[in-house]
């Protein structure tokens, strides 16, 4: 089982180092273990037998200890139809990115971070993220929206050593901004 590394390590304040391409074997395998983790961690069976483990849609390799460009994201987007979204990203790169921003109504938390910080973290609404995809190691381009867009900032976040209560205005944690869409 992957081990999380918590806040306080200097590794998740590193800026993490672009993956060497082709993308190896070992690397592909590391992305499947962090994948196979967040799949773990939503499974009501596996939780009832590890208590302390989080409900996980993203990961970010230095949050495995591994000072790395790559990050994965998982969830059930719509449970009637059980689409999921699914993203094995490599060197991930912000191409465009809306000026509308979005945020979570609840705050967000962090796998890395224990405590929770109260406050809105505003992030663009919608994204275009330009990777090597994981699985296939060719180049994509990823279109995000929402709660989707929202996830994958946070975790490039992760690769520059960004972790989301820096984006809480200290003074006015719920500041509102206008236009921005709550999610
Ligand atoms: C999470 N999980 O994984 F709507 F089934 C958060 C934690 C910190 C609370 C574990 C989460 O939001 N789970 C969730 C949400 C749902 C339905 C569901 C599970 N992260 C990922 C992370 O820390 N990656 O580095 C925090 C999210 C906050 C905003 C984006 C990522
Ligand atoms: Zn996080």
Redesign the pocket.
């Known amino acids: 089982m992957l081990k999380i590394v918590i806040d306080g390590a200097p590794l998740l304040r590193k800026t993490a180092k672009e993956v060497e391409l082709p993308l190896s074997s070992k690397d592909k395998e590391t992305l499947l273990s962090m994948l196979d983790y967040l799949k773990k961690s939503?499974d009501p069976d596996f939780l009832e037998k590890h208590p302390s483990v989080?409900?996980?849609?993203?990961?970010?390799a230095p949050?495995i200890g591994l000072s790395k460009r790559m990050l994965v994201v998982y969830?059930?987007d719509d449970p009637e139809s059980g689409h999921e979204v699914e993203h094995l990203l490599v060197n991930p790169r912000i191409v465009s990115s809306s000026v509308k921003k979005a945020y979570?109504a609840g705050g967000?938390?962090?796998?890395?971070v224990p405590e929770h910080h109260d406050g809105y973290v505003y992030r663009h609404n919608k994204i275009t993220v330009a990777a090597v995809d994981g699985r296939s190691g060719e180049p994509i381009l990823v279109r995000a929206e929402g709660y989707e867009a929202?996830?994958l900032q946070?975790?490039i976040d992760?690769l520059d050593g960004i972790l989301?209560y820096d984006r809480i205005d200290k003074k006015d944690p719920f500041k509102r901004v206008i236009g921005a869409i709550e999610i």
């Not at 409900?55 to 970010?60: C, H, N, P, R, T």
């Not at 967000?108 to 890395?112: K, N, P, T």
């Open positions: 939503q989080r409900s996980g849609v993203g990961l970010a949050q969830f059930v979570l967000e938390g962090c796998l890395s929202i996830v946070h975790e992760h989301y």
